[in-house]
């Protein structure tokens, strides 16, 4: 990745990180934005959405957080897990082509471009 483009997405994509709810010890990073985790924090404490699950670490645990209270969720299969994550990219793929109508020309133009110097 030119490093341009990895100081704009660092800038641009923040992440908030917290240690795991089920006391094991690992710091647990959600990155926040549209369609990522949200995170409201006011005098009751921090309300995270959606829910965390932490299929990556050997704990596995399956929370909510809402005003700083732990509300423990039930552990998803495998099958679950795949299916959240297909969900999750599907989610993404939609938000950004939606939003980057411009990036899609340019694309085409430097196509277009590229094909005629190829030549
Ligand atoms: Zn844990």
């Given at each position: 990745m030119p490093p341009l483009f990895r100081r704009i997405l660092s800038e641009e994509f923040h992440s908030a990180a917290h240690l795991?709810?089920?006391?094991?010890g690992q710091e647990v990073r959600t990155p926040l934005g549209p369609t990522e985790w949200a995170v409201r924090a006011d005098v009751r404490g921090p309300t995270r959405r959606p829910s965390v699950g932490?299929?990556?670490?050997?704990?596995?645990s399956h929370y909510l957080i809402t005003n700083g209270n732990v509300q423990w969720s039930n552990q998803w299969t495998d099958k679950q897990i795949h299916a959240g994550r297909q969900k999750e990219h599907a989610k993404r793929t939609a938000h950004y082509e939606a939003r980057e109508p411009r990036a899609s020309w340019w694309r085409l133009l430097l196509g277009f471009v590229h094909d005629r110097l190829g030549r």
């Open positions: 795991c709810a089920c006391g094991c932490n299929w990556q670490l050997p704990c596995k």
